[in-house]
């Protein structure tokens, strides 16, 4: 099989690896915020928040060139202050996977927060523990299993996106182009073998830890 195959894969697993890794921290951070924290406006953050499950990637890729782009309030600023361009790079891949996988991990990471017994983070202060060891000792353990079963769908998520990243980052094998970008070039191109191997490979993956993530998941609801 061509290497140029094995560089997209590698390619794709590196953007779900980075995707999935910023994920986890800032979706059980924000996830803990909203399971443990009364504050107005609450709910309507966690809309926001979990917005690009339902949005269309292609309108998220458009938000993404309006704030990212050379034109955009960030991205112009990020031009001129650095030199640093997001558009058509692994990096603006990166980004557009996170935001379109974001809401699964913060669903996750809510639920399994709110399933953690009050009555143990209150026996922790009672012992003398501060709020980042009682975090770390006792709330971030036993909520584990449901956000590591989030993080793996997370990064089956990112694994597949296409719309957004597609607007984001484009086509440069080499550079830019992930497996689902390649399957829907190779079926363009009429290379039927090369798409069937592509999506074999995508299907494996995500089917692993899809299942994976099953095993997880249902363990934070009998917590």
Not at 99 to 119: C, G, H, K, N
Request: glycine share 10%; proline share 4%.
């Amino acid at each position: 099989m061509d290497v140029s195959v094995w560089v997209t894969l590698g390619l794709t697993v590196k953007v779900a690896a980075w995707a999935t890794t910023i994920n986890l921290v800032l979706g059980s951070g924000v996830g803990w915020l909203l399971a443990r924290r009364s504050f107005v406006g609450r709910e309507f953050v966690d809309a926001v928040l979990t917005l690009p499950l339902v949005l269309p990637p292609t309108v998220l890729g458009y938000y993404l060139l309006v704030v990212i782009g050379k034109r955009g309030w960030l991205g112009a600023w990020l031009h001129q202050t650095f030199g640093i361009n997001l558009i058509f790079t692994w990096q603006g891949a990166v980004i557009a996977a996170t935001i379109v996988a974001f809401p699964l991990i913060l669903r996750s990471a809510r639920t399994a927060f709110e399933t953690v017994d009050p009555q143990l983070e209150q026996a922790g202060r009672v012992l003398g523990l501060n709020e980042w060891a009682l975090f770390f000792r006792v709330t971030l353990p036993m909520a584990w299993p449901g956000i590591l079963g989030g993080t793996l769908l997370v990064f089956a998520r990112a694994l597949g996106e296409f719309g957004a990243t597609l607007m984001v980052a484009g086509s440069i094998p080499g550079r830019t182009q992930t497996l689902s970008i390649a399957v829907y070039e190779a079926v363009q191109a009429g290379q039927d073998d090369m798409a069937t191997f592509l999506v074999a490979i995508t299907s494996i993956v995500c089917v692993t830890v899809l299942l994976a993530a099953g095993r997880l998941v249902p363990r934070a609801g009998r917590s």
